[in-house]
């Protein structure tokens, strides 16, 4: 893991053509939590904050209020500061701190036209078959710890 200020962290996920992580769904929330209790024992950063002079939350990636939250009891209670950036807590809960605190962080990018290789890539028969296999035109979103 690599812990990085709020701000540093989406500077990185950027440079790797992404943002940090928007969760619209408990599923996304629970995948990021299992990724997340499988290589990390830490907090780590999520791409929601209180946008300058707002006072609200808005994700950095779209700029949408949030339509799902999981908040900790209690939580956020930053609310007489202007500032504040939200982490996977406990429980895959989230909690609002300060934004210059260093935590490992999720990004998320978009990937056109993926597809799953087959588990064994050296086989011969896949090989052969693989240009017959449809291309998945989808936009995707994948998570990424660091
Ligand atoms: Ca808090």
């Known amino acids: 893991m690599n812990p990085a200020s709020w701000t540093s962290a989406q500077t990185s996920c950027i440079n790797g053509g992404g943002n940090l992580a928007e969760i619209t769904s408990a599923v996304e929330n629970s995948f990021l939590v299992h990724l997340r209790d499988n290589y990390s024992d830490k907090n780590a950063w999520i791409g929601l904050r209180k946008a300058n002079n707002k006072g609200t939350y808005t994700w950095v990636s779209s700029g949408n209020d949030p339509i799902f939250t999981f908040w900790a009891s209690g939580q956020p209670n930053l609310a007489a500061s202007l500032e504040g950036c939200v982490e996977i807590w406990w429980a895959g809960k989230w909690n609002d701190l300060q934004c210059e605190t260093k935590r490992p962080y999720f990004c998320e990018r978009s990937v056109i036209g993926a597809y799953r290789l087959p588990i064994n890539r050296t086989g011969k028969s896949e090989e052969e078959t693989i240009s017959q296999r449809p291309?998945?035109?989808?936009?995707?979103?994948i998570f990424l710890l660091f």
């Open 135 to 141: 291309v998945k035109k989808d936009i995707t979103v």
